[in-house]
C-alpha cells in the first residue's frame, strides 16, 4: 500500500491526497474516530514511528509524483507530543517540498510546528499550515489533554500569518455551538480560509439536540461578512434548508493548496 493515499468518506473533503507521519497519536482527544477505526483504544495516546518510512516516502516521490495537495494527516498529528523528539514530521517535508508537492497541514500542536518554520516559507503558495478548534480557552484540556490550549493554537495562527504562511482553521468536532462561532471570532484576523463541520462520531455522547441550521447560518453570516472563504462539509449542508450556501462553499476542493 502506498504511504500517500486518497482517503474516502468524510476524510476526502478535506484533501484529495494524503499522508500520515506516524501510526497513532499522543493527544488524546476523546472524540478521536481513529480509536474507531483502529478498533483500539491506545491509538489516541500512544505514537509509534513507521518503519523505513522516510526512505518509502523518498522511493515513492521519485515513481509517482501525484502533485495533488497531500495533507499531513489523519490518523496522526504531524506535530504530535512525540515529535518534539522523532522529527519524522521535518524529514518528510523536505522530501515534499524538494519534489514540489503541495502540501497541507492540520495539527493541533500549537507552537510545536514553528520549528519548522523555515521550511513551510520555502513551499511558498504551495503550503499551507491549519489547526482544529473546538472549545475555548481553559475548555479543550477536557476533552484534548496533551494537545495545546486553545490560546496557544491562535497565537501559532498569528506568528504564522505575521510570517505570510497562509493559515486555515477546521472547525471540526463543533461540541458546543456557541463556543464554536466564538472561536471563529478569535481566530478571524489571522485565518486564511475555514472548514466547518459538526459533530460526527460522538453525537449522543456530547450533544443530542443541536439546532444545526442555527449553527450553519450563524456560522456563514459571520464569515461572508468578514470576507472568509470557507466550505461546509456535506453532514452540515443538509441543514442549509433555505438554500443559501453557493456551488463554491460546497466544494471541497476548491481551497486548496496546488503546484
Known amino acids: 500500500m502506498s504511504l500517500i493515499y486518497e482517503p474516502a468518506g468524510k476524510a476526502r473533503e478535506y ?8 501510526n497513532g497519536c499522543d493527544h488524546g482527544c476523546t472524540y478521536c474516530y481513529t480509536c474507531l477505526i483502529k478498533r483500539s483504544a491506545d491509538t489516541n495516546k500512544v505514537v509509534q514511528q513507521r518503519k523505513n518510512f522516510i526512505l518509502t516516502l523518498e522511493k515513492e516521490l521519485i515513481k509517482n509524483l501525484p502533485n495533488k495537495q497531500i495533507l499531513l494527516s489523519f490518523m496522526c498529528d504531524p506535530y504530535c507530543v512525540a515529535d518534539v523528539e522523532l522529527k519524522t514530521t521535518r524529514e518528510s517535508l523536505f522530501w515534499l517540498n524538494l519534489k514540489k508537492q503541495p502540501v497541507a497541514i492540520l495539527t493541533k500542536g500549537g507552537e510545536r510546528c514553528l520549528r519548522d518554520l523555515d521550511i513551510f516559507k520555502s513551499f ?9 478548534l473546538t472549545l475555548c480557552e481553559g475548555s479543550e484540556s477536557t476533552v484534548e489533554p496533551n494537545a495545546a490550549s486553545t490560546a496557544e493554537r491562535i497565537q501559532t495562527l498569528k506568528i504564522l500569518t505575521d510570517n505570510n504562511i497562509k493559515t486555515w482553521v477546521s472547525i471540526e468536532p463543533v461540541i458546543d455551538p456557541a463556543q464554536s462561532i466564538e472561536l471563529i471570532k478569535q481566530s478571524m484576523q489571522y485565518t486564511h480560509h475555514f472548514k466547518i463541520g459538526k459533530m460526527n462520531h ?4 456530547f450533544n443530542n439536540n443541536v439546532d444545526w441550521t442555527k449553527f450553519l447560518y450563524e456560522a456563514v ?7 472568509k472563504p470557507f466550505y461546509i462539509k456535506h453532514d452540515l449542508q ?3 434548508v433555505n438554500h443559501i450556501l453557493s456551488p463554491v462553499e460546497k466544494d471541497m476542493d476548491f481551497l486548496n493548496v496546488t503546484v
Open 15 to 22: 484533501s484529495p491526497l494524503a499522508l500520515n507521519v506516524y
Open 124 to 132: 511558498g503558495s504551495r503550503f499551507k499550515i491549519g489547526t482544529t
Open 202 to 205: 460522538f453525537e449522543k455522547r
Open 221 to 227: 453570516k459571520l464569515l461572508r461578512s468578514n470576507n
Open 238 to 240: 443538509q441543514f442549509d
